[in-house]
C-alpha cells in the first residue's frame, strides 16, 4: 500500500466505469442502477480523492458496502435495495446537510429506468416540518449535552477536552443552519465556511467558527466565552424562526 497518488479526474472517471462494468458481470439482472457520488460527481475532486458509488439493486437481503484500494487509489461501493435508498433520501436527520447531498448529485453511470432522477425529486420534495423537527432533535439531543460538558469544564475542568468541544459545537451550529436552509454542504472540509455564507444563522456562529478554522483554540476562557455567546445566539434565534423545544418535568410518554 503506497498511495494515495494523484489522478486525474478522467483516469478516476475510467476507474469508476471499470468497476460498473464489474459490478454488472458480476450481479447482472438485479442491478437497477449504478452511480457516482461525492466528489467526483460534483467534478470537484482533488487529485487524492477516492471514488465513491451507489449500485442499486432489485432483490437484496440487506444494505452493505466494499471498500478497498489498489495501491494509488481507493474505492467504496455502496449496495442498497430501491426501497432502503429512498428512505434514506427523504429521511431528515441532524447530519443531513452533509450525508444527503449525494442524493442531489449522484451521476449515472448505469440507470436504465432514469431511477437517480425519481431519487433526486423525492429528496427534494421532503415536507418542511421533518427539518423543523431535524432542528428541535439537535438542540436537544446534540447541544443541550455539549453545553452542559462547557459548563462542566468551567466549573471544574479540566480544559483540554475544549478546543475538540467548540469543534463540535461549531459542527453541530452549523448542521442547524443547513437544516434551516434545506441546504446540503459539498464536503466536511467546508461545513464552516459554507455556514457563515448563509444569510440567516445565529449572530454568534461567525465568531466560534472562525475560532475553530483558525486553530485559535489556546485560551480556555476565550472558547467558553465564545460557545457561551453562540448557545445564547442560537436559542434567541430558534424562538425567532419557531423551533419551539418543549421542556417536561414530566417522562414525556
Given at each position: 500500500?503506497?498511495?494515495?497518488?494523484?489522478?486525474?479526474?478522467?483516469?478516476?472517471?475510467?476507474?469508476?466505469?471499470?468497476?460498473?462494468?464489474?459490478?454488472?458481470?458480476?450481479?447482472?439482472?438485479?442491478?437497477?442502477?449504478?452511480?457516482?457520488?461525492?466528489?467526483?460527481?460534483r467534478?470537484?475532486?482533488?487529485?487524492?480523492?477516492?471514488?465513491?458509488?451507489?449500485?442499486?439493486?432489485?432483490?437484496?437481503?440487506?444494505?452493505?458496502?466494499?471498500?478497498?484500494?489498489?495501491?494509488?487509489?481507493?474505492a467504496?461501493?455502496?449496495?442498497?435495495?430501491?426501497?432502503?435508498?429512498?428512505?434514506?433520501?427523504?429521511?431528515?436527520?441532524?447530519?443531513?446537510?452533509?450525508?444527503?447531498g449525494?442524493?442531489?448529485?449522484l451521476?449515472?453511470?448505469?440507470?436504465?429506468?432514469?431511477?437517480?432522477?425519481?431519487?433526486?425529486?423525492?429528496?427534494?420534495?421532503?415536507?418542511?416540518?421533518?427539518?423543523k423537527?431535524?432542528?428541535?432533535?439537535?438542540?436537544?439531543?446534540?447541544?443541550?449535552?455539549?453545553?452542559?460538558?462547557?459548563?462542566?469544564?468551567a466549573?471544574?475542568?479540566?480544559?483540554?477536552?475544549?478546543?475538540?468541544?467548540?469543534?463540535?459545537?461549531?459542527?453541530?451550529?452549523?448542521?442547524?443552519?443547513?437544516?434551516?436552509?434545506?441546504?446540503?454542504?459539498?464536503?466536511?472540509?467546508?461545513?464552516?465556511?459554507?455556514?457563515?455564507?448563509?444569510?440567516?444563522?445565529?449572530?454568534?456562529?461567525?465568531?466560534?467558527?472562525?475560532?475553530?478554522?483558525?486553530?485559535?483554540?489556546?485560551?480556555?476562557?476565550?472558547?467558553?466565552?465564545?460557545?457561551?455567546?453562540?448557545?445564547?445566539?442560537?436559542?434567541?434565534?430558534?424562538?425567532?424562526?419557531g423551533?419551539?423545544?418543549?421542556?417536561?418535568?414530566?417522562?414525556?410518554?
Amino acid at each position: 500500500m503506497i498511495g494515495p497518488r494523484k489522478k486525474t479526474s478522467n483516469e478516476r472517471m475510467q476507474i469508476a466505469h471499470s468497476i460498473a462494468q464489474q459490478v454488472l458481470a458480476k450481479y447482472g439482472g438485479n442491478v437497477r442502477a449504478i452511480g457516482i457520488y461525492g466528489s467526483l460527481a460534483r467534478k470537484s475532486d482533488g487529485p487524492f480523492s477516492d471514488i465513491e458509488l451507489k449500485c442499486v439493486c432489485h432483490q437484496l437481503e440487506h444494505s452493505y458496502s466494499y471498500e478497498w484500494t489498489a495501491g494509488d487509489w481507493k474505492a467504496e461501493v455502496n449496495f442498497d435495495q430501491a426501497e432502503v435508498i429512498i428512505e434514506e433520501a427523504i429521511t431528515v436527520e441532524e447530519d443531513w446537510p452533509l450525508t444527503n447531498g449525494k442524493f442531489f448529485d449522484l451521476q449515472p453511470l448505469y440507470d436504465p429506468t432514469g431511477f437517480f432522477l425519481e431519487l433526486k425529486d423525492k429528496a427534494a420534495t421532503v415536507e418542511n416540518a421533518r427539518f423543523k423537527e431535524a432542528i428541535c432533535k439537535t438542540i436537544v439531543e446534540e447541544m443541550y449535552e455539549y453545553m452542559g460538558k462547557l459548563r462542566n469544564i468551567a466549573v471544574q475542568g479540566p480544559t483540554t477536552f475544549l478546543p475538540i468541544l467548540a469543534m463540535k459545537i461549531a459542527m453541530t451550529g452549523a448542521m442547524i443552519v443547513g437544516l434551516h436552509h434545506r441546504q446540503c454542504y459539498t464536503t466536511s472540509a467546508q461545513v464552516l465556511p459554507e455556514a457563515l455564507a448563509m444569510d440567516d444563522q445565529p449572530h454568534g456562529l461567525k465568531a466560534l467558527a472562525e475560532m475553530v478554522m483558525t486553530g485559535n483554540l489556546t485560551n480556555p476562557q476565550q472558547i467558553i466565552a465564545a460557545c457561551e455567546n453562540f448557545w445564547q445566539t442560537l436559542l434567541q434565534w430558534t424562538a425567532e424562526k419557531g423551533y419551539q423545544i418543549k421542556c417536561s418535568k414530566e417522562i414525556p410518554w
